[in-house]
């Protein structure tokens, strides 16, 4: 891999080397430009992951880590934050690509123009997308062929159209996936293979899944889920223009009195600061650390925040929502073999003002656990939660027991914003993110109203029992998005329709940040497309000299 | 959004350690699961306390439970690295939790001495405390986690609830996936 310097003015720092970050480097690279990725995580490979949940889970072996990078939490600006861990990301190169579930959903056409569709939801800054799905489609499928989504195109007969099929075939169906399937076609629903980031079948030199269920939260050993670690990353340093550089944690992007970026500042592994120099910056660190970078890289032209003219930065986070039931049946469905999810379905996705509120979502088979989160939260409320019976309990629902979780809309409120903490800081004496969050009460309606949805589906599922989680306990985030909407208006929005910041021409901003809606989450398949797109635009832009 | 492995996540009670208390831990209990070695931390009255309340969690009634596994070493683990912090919780649950015994039996003198509907009386009036519940979390920690971890020795943990641990699973997955087509 090559090595730049740091006084060396490279063409382009990308931050972050996740979904967003990898896919540039890789477009970027083999476009012919010189590029540093800038990492705070290690570099780590697939001999690397291990089949432990405790560490990975409750160490944070490859995520955020809240005793050396805290965050605060508030439910509305009147409350002082407490320190509480609420979201969640991968800390490694290939951030959260590597170690998310690999749900990979289009959104649909109606998601880039819902405030038209449904029109205004008071309370929420809900709006269109400055792009349409069919601007977007071409670079969704260049995102589903070069990493490898496997995916039966068609099946959904709620997706927008599709200029070519999934790469690769579905992966096997479960016995949740068979059993969804019967609940809800009892229903009159259309139930669908899920489209996946992980392999089915060998790709690109990459082995298939082996089915070992290690996917949520982890890093795949066979290389086949479809990480930018295992993907594009690979792509971009065979270039020989790319160099990744793990365990550089940014704490700022520098720019210049005339307003352009030259650099990012970083502290290297041995805790040392140094400064990258650049003709341009692309910012992909995730929803919250990207806003954050740039609330800590004023200056006394942009005396709010880098590229904050608009007062926007940090508005609109949107939250990872969702509700979540299981069940029991009475003969083994071993879910804990295989990826985590095989069926799903889209026919509450669309918002009905029928309902009374906005709100939608999709909804997928799963099983959602490991043996310790089972062993502590799997069973139903009303079990024992020590001794004889919660024993056999456990014995028999680990091997008997599914769940189906709804994928849920959340809105754009003004006023559930990420900014810097005033008090506390982290293990490099660095500001951190506070969250001020409350979902909309259309949130709340949804969830509630969704809920009673997949207790219909477990139950014509023929589960014996159906159990259903508080939907008000929202929990961790892992679905950053909102905080610096794209849009048309400079003063409404941080960046424009190609991820290219309105106040300083050589800053992108590319990761979840950009959503201007939520959609039903799974943000993957749109952050990847958004980027593909934006590191074109990047492209044209520095060949024509403007950057 | 709701969903148990993020619930623990954000409600869990370990506190984060460092690589280098994860990599001691480790360490430390591969030489618990091949020698059962002594303790690290936990003195050895304390440790048969602490177990006795562990395998009531998980009770030995006809297959393995917390003691087989060795549940124990990992909360001996945890208290020595990467839960130190926690230490306190320990030692002030168990001596309360003494407290309890004697109120409760003035006759008996230590938990693990307790007749099983003793042990459970005890249990159930303090399993809302701060620490019952940590030794829980604990317990099904040890019994569940990797082998690497100091519990769950000869996988006993895994094997109560049907997992069998491999790379390579072959479909079809459980009992109705032969439906499919």
């Known amino acids: ?547 | 959004m709701y969903r148990p492995t993020r619930r623990s996540l954000l409600f869990g009670t370990l506190s984060a350690a460092t690589l280098a208390d994860v990599a001691m831990a480790q360490e430390h209990a591969q030489r618990a699961a091949s020698t059962n070695a002594a303790f690290r931390y936990l003195k050895a009255a304390d440790a048969a306390e602490i177990e006795a309340i562990a395998s009531q969690i998980l009770p030995s009634d006809g297959t393995p439970g917390a003691r087989e596994a060795g549940c124990i070493h990992f909360i001996d683990r945890a208290l020595e690295s990467f839960d130190k912090d926690k230490r306190g919780v320990y030692t002030k649950g168990l001596a309360e939790m003494q407290r309890k015994r004697s109120e409760l039996f003035p006759e008996s003198r230590t938990i693990a001495g307790l007749e099983q509907a003793q042990a459970i009386a005890l249990f159930t009036a303090l399993q809302e405390t701060e620490f019952f519940k940590l030794v829980r979390t604990h317990t099904v920690m040890g019994f569940l986690a990797t082998p690497d971890w100091g519990g769950n020795q000869g996988n006993v943990g895994w094997a109560h609830i049907g997992l069998e641990h491999k790379m390579i699973h072959q479909p079809p997955f459980g009992y109705y996936a032969g439906e499919a087509k």
């Open chain 1, 1 to 547: 891999m090559i090595r730049y310097k740091p006084s060396e003015v490279v063409d382009f720092v990308v931050i972050g080397s996740g979904a967003a970050g990898g896919v540039v480097a890789k477009e970027l690279s083999t476009a012919g430009f010189s590029v540093v990725v800038l990492e705070q995580g290690a570099y780590v490979k697939e001999k690397d992951f291990k089949h432990d949940e405790f560490g990975v889970a409750y160490q944070h072996a490859i995520a955020n880590d809240p005793k050396v990078q805290p965050s605060t939490y508030r439910t509305n600006a009147s409350e002082t934050a407490k320190v509480e861990q609420r979201y969640d990301y991968g800390r490694l190169v290939g951030g959260g690509s590597v170690h998310f579930t690999a749900n990979y959903w289009r959104f649909h056409p109606d998601d880039f123009r819902e405030r038209s569709v449904f029109g205004d939801v008071p309370g929420s800054s809900f709006a269109d997308w400055p792009v349409t799905y069919d601007e977007l489609e071409p670079y969704y499928t260049k995102a589903e062929w070069e990493l490898g989504i496997s995916g039966l195109a068609g099946a959904n007969p709620f997706e927008g159209p599709r200029s070519k099929p999934y790469p690769l075939p579905p992966l096997p169906v479960k016995s949740s996936g068979v059993l969804f399937e019967r609940g809800t076609k009892k229903l009159g629903l259309h139930p669908f293979p899920s489209p996946m980031a992980i392999l089915s079948q060998p790709y690109q030199g990459r082995g298939a899944c082996t089915h070992c269920g290690f996917c949520e939260m982890f890093g795949c050993e066979m290389r086949a889920k479809s990480s930018t670690l295992a993907s594009v990353i690979p792509m971009a340093e065979k270039t020989g223009k790319c160099e990744i550089r793990s365990g550089c944690y940014v704490r700022r992007i520098q720019s210049s009195d005339a307003g352009r970026v030259t650099g990012a500042v970083y502290f290297d592994s041995q805790r040392r600061e140094v400064f990258q120099r650049a003709r341009a910056v692309v910012l992909s660190a995730n929803g919250v650390e990207s806003a954050k970078l740039l609330l800590m890289s004023g200056s006394k032209r942009f005396p709010h925040g880098l590229a904050n003219g608009s007062g926007m930065v940090g508005r609109n986070f949107m939250w990872d929502l969702g509700s979540f039931a299981s069940d029991l049946f009475d003969h083994p469905l071993d879910e804990y073999k295989g990826v985590q999810v095989s069926r799903l379905i889209h026919d509450y996705y669309a918002a009905d003002p029928k309902r009374g509120f906005y709100g939608g979502a999709g909804i997928d088979a799963r099983f959602d656990w490991q043996p310790i989160s089972f062993g502590l939260d799997g069973l139903p409320p009303d079990a024992p939660k020590w001794g004889s019976e919660y024993k056999r309990m456990l014995g028999k629902y680990f091997t008997h027991t599914f769940s189906a979780l709804a994928h849920a809309t959340s809105l754009p409120v003004e006023s559930n914003v990420l900014d810097l903490d005033p008090t506390v800081k982290d293990d490099w004496g660095l500001p951190v993110p506070r969250i001020t969050y409350q979902p909309h009460p259309d949130d709340m309606k949804n969830l509630v109203w969704i809920q009673r949805r997949q207790v219909e589906i477990l139950e014509a599922a023929g589960a014996t029992r159906v159990w259903k989680y508080p939907v008000e306990d929202i929990g961790v985030s892992r679905h950053l998005m909102g905080t610096m909407r794209m849009g048309n208006d400079p003063a409404r929005s941080v960046v424009d329709r190609f991820n290219r910041a309105h106040d300083v021409p050589n800053l992108f901003v590319v990761d979840g940040s950009s959503f201007v809606t939520s959609a039903r989450q799974q943000p993957t398949a749109t952050i990847q497309a958004l980027a593909y797109r934006a590191a074109e635009a990047a492209g044209v832009a520095a060949r024509r000299g403007e950057l």
